[in-house]
């Protein structure tokens, strides 16, 4: 049998206000990250360690956000690759989520989706007033989506043909 190379730890001695769960990667390059559930305010607060974030919506229908950021290295490696294993592990926690939502009988959740594979991280939120940009501790809010194209193309470099093609998160 081969070990999956995402694990969900669970720290049953944690005290209150600490991590309990976290995520240990134990293939090249190993790492443990912990999950934190954040408001959505707290998305701006950076960590100095690599780390990713996920929008989930769970099966009520309401966004919980869970920060997965690095805590220890047991190998040195560079920040890129550390992410490259950091953005999958996103979706690991979010199959892990759904298990548990099925186990207990409620409705199965789902991520708010990237904008694009060639960015991850970076999601748009759409609702009848408002575009949100989420994107590596950065929320940006605008009126129009001509504003928001503008600040993706001109602060976040995002090329103007991916714009087109992305994914958008619609909201009521």
């Known amino acids: 049998?081969?070990?999956?190379?995402?694990?969900?730890?669970?720290?049953?001695?944690?005290?209150?206000?600490?991590?309990?769960?976290?995520?240990?990667?134990?293939?090249?390059p190993r790492f443990l990250a912990k999950v934190e559930e954040l408001d959505f305010e707290?998305?701006?607060?950076?960590?100095?360690?690599?780390f990713a974030d996920i929008l989930y919506i769970n099966g009520k229908g309401t966004m919980v956000i869970y920060r997965l950021a690095v805590t220890e290295f047991y190998e040195k490696a560079e920040e890129d690759d550390v992410l490259d294993e950091l953005f999958p592990a996103r979706d690991f926690y979010t199959s892990y989520l759904q298990?548990?939502?099925?186990?207990d009988g409620e409705k199965e959740g789902y991520p708010v989706k990237d904008f694009s594979p060639e960015l991850p991280g970076l999601k748009i939120l759409h609702s009848p007033d408002s575009w949100t940009v989420v994107f590596n501790g950065v929320i940006a809010?605008?009126?129009?989506?001509?504003?928001?194209?503008?600040?993706?193309?001109?602060?976040?470099?995002?090329?103007?043909e991916l714009l087109d093609k992305g994914v958008i998160n619609e909201f009521e």
Do not use: W
């Open 42 to 50: 707290e998305i701006e607060d950076r960590p100095e360690k690599p």
């Open 1 to 28: 049998m081969k070990t999956s190379k995402y694990l969900i730890c669970n720290d049953i001695m944690a005290k209150e206000g600490q991590p309990a769960e976290f995520i240990l990667h134990n293939h090249h």
């Open 141 to 160: 809010e605008f009126s129009t989506e001509d504003d928001m194209d503008e600040f993706l193309e001109h602060e976040l470099e995002v090329e103007p």
């Open 99 to 103: 298990d548990i939502e099925i186990e």
